[in-house]
Protein backbone atom coordinates (compact mmCIF):
# COMPACT_ATOMS: atom_id res chain seq x y z
CA UNK A 1 0.00 0.00 0.00
CA UNK A 2 2.76 2.30 0.54
CA UNK A 3 4.66 2.18 -2.39
CA UNK A 4 1.40 2.65 -4.51
CA UNK A 5 0.78 6.04 -2.72
CA UNK A 6 4.42 7.03 -3.07
CA UNK A 7 3.99 6.18 -7.50
CA UNK A 8 0.74 8.54 -6.40
CA UNK A 9 2.55 11.22 -4.93
CA UNK A 10 5.47 11.12 -7.29
CA UNK A 11 3.95 10.91 -11.11
CA UNK A 12 0.37 10.63 -10.87
CA UNK A 13 -0.13 14.07 -9.07
CA UNK A 14 3.11 15.91 -11.02
CA UNK A 15 1.35 14.56 -14.43
CA UNK A 16 -1.95 15.66 -13.44
CA UNK A 17 -0.51 19.40 -12.56
CA UNK A 18 1.02 19.72 -15.74
CA UNK A 19 -2.09 18.91 -17.63
CA UNK A 20 -4.12 21.15 -15.47
CA UNK A 21 -1.64 24.48 -16.60
CA UNK A 22 -2.24 26.11 -18.80
CA UNK A 23 0.51 26.74 -21.41
CA UNK A 24 0.63 28.06 -24.81
CA UNK A 25 1.57 25.50 -27.00
CA UNK A 26 3.87 26.20 -30.09
CA UNK A 27 4.73 23.57 -32.86
CA UNK A 28 7.57 23.49 -35.19
CA UNK A 29 8.10 25.06 -38.68
CA UNK A 30 10.66 22.46 -40.48
CA UNK A 31 10.16 18.67 -39.27
CA UNK A 32 12.11 15.31 -40.92
CA UNK A 33 10.84 12.38 -41.28
CA UNK A 34 12.06 8.63 -42.00
CA UNK A 35 10.04 5.60 -42.78
CA UNK A 36 11.33 2.59 -40.95
CA UNK A 37 9.57 0.00 -42.95
CA UNK A 38 11.09 1.41 -45.74
CA UNK A 39 14.44 0.88 -44.10
CA UNK A 40 13.59 -2.24 -43.38
CA UNK A 41 13.42 -3.75 -46.71
CA UNK A 42 16.66 -2.07 -47.36
CA UNK A 43 15.17 1.47 -49.59
CA UNK A 44 16.71 3.88 -47.49
CA UNK A 45 14.49 7.21 -47.38
CA UNK A 46 14.19 10.68 -45.76
CA UNK A 47 11.69 13.46 -46.14
CA UNK A 48 11.30 17.13 -44.96
CA UNK A 49 8.11 18.88 -43.95
CA UNK A 50 7.61 22.80 -44.27
CA UNK A 51 5.31 24.78 -42.40
CA UNK A 52 4.04 27.35 -45.11
CA UNK A 53 0.56 28.68 -43.87
CA UNK A 54 -1.48 27.56 -40.63
CA UNK A 55 -3.41 24.99 -42.49
CA UNK A 56 -0.90 24.35 -44.51
CA UNK A 57 2.79 22.30 -45.31
CA UNK A 58 4.75 21.47 -47.91
CA UNK A 59 6.42 18.03 -48.49
CA UNK A 60 9.47 17.20 -49.91
CA UNK A 61 10.63 13.64 -49.78
CA UNK A 62 13.93 11.09 -51.32
CA UNK A 63 13.86 7.49 -51.37
CA UNK A 64 16.63 4.79 -52.93
CA UNK A 65 16.88 1.35 -53.81
CA UNK A 66 20.11 -0.64 -55.08
CA UNK A 67 18.22 -3.88 -56.42
CA UNK A 68 21.20 -6.38 -55.75
CA UNK A 69 19.33 -9.25 -57.68
CA UNK A 70 19.44 -8.01 -60.77
Keep these: MKLSRKILICIVLPLFALCLSQQRAQAQQVAVKTNALM ?9 VEVVTG ?15 YG
Design 39 to 47: WGAMTPNLG
Design 54 to 68: EHTSVHFSAFGNKNP
